[in-house]
Nanobody, 113 residues
């Protein structure tokens, strides 16, 4: 069974950067990976995805600022977040898909203005 553990969240000021990590108890290249986020009172939304072929996709709101990547040797997926805005404040969840969706517990990112 696939298990995901996120880390790297924290408090940053607007314009700052954070790098989130998702440790995967499986083989990353076999999975389609993604990052989602959920702000208080809002629905969970897609942030970025990376396929087994390393194709990436981003939400319009983060395109040009965020970058998703993977390290197959470490079975880890990353989300580099630059030029953070207060609107980016949310709990960020790592997602993996292999026949079904798997979710981590989430890591909180708070961006102050």
């Amino acid at each position: 069974q696939v298990q995901l553990v996120e880390s790297g969240g924290g408090l940053v000021q607007a314009g700052g950067s954070l790098r989130l990590s998702c440790a995967v108890s499986g083989t990353v290249y076999r999975l389609r990976m993604g990052w989602y986020r959920q702000a208080p009172g809002k629905q969970r939304e897609l942030v970025a995805t990376i396929t087994s072929a390393a194709s990436t996709n981003y939400a319009d709101s983060v395109k040009g600022r965020f970058s998703i990547s993977r390290d197959n040797a470490k079975n880890t997926v990353y989300l580099q977040m630059n030029s953070l805005k207060p609107e980016d404040t949310a709990v960020y969840y790592c997602n993996a898909f292999q026949f079904m969706d798997y979710w981590g517990e989430g890591t909180l990112v708070t961006v102050s203005s």
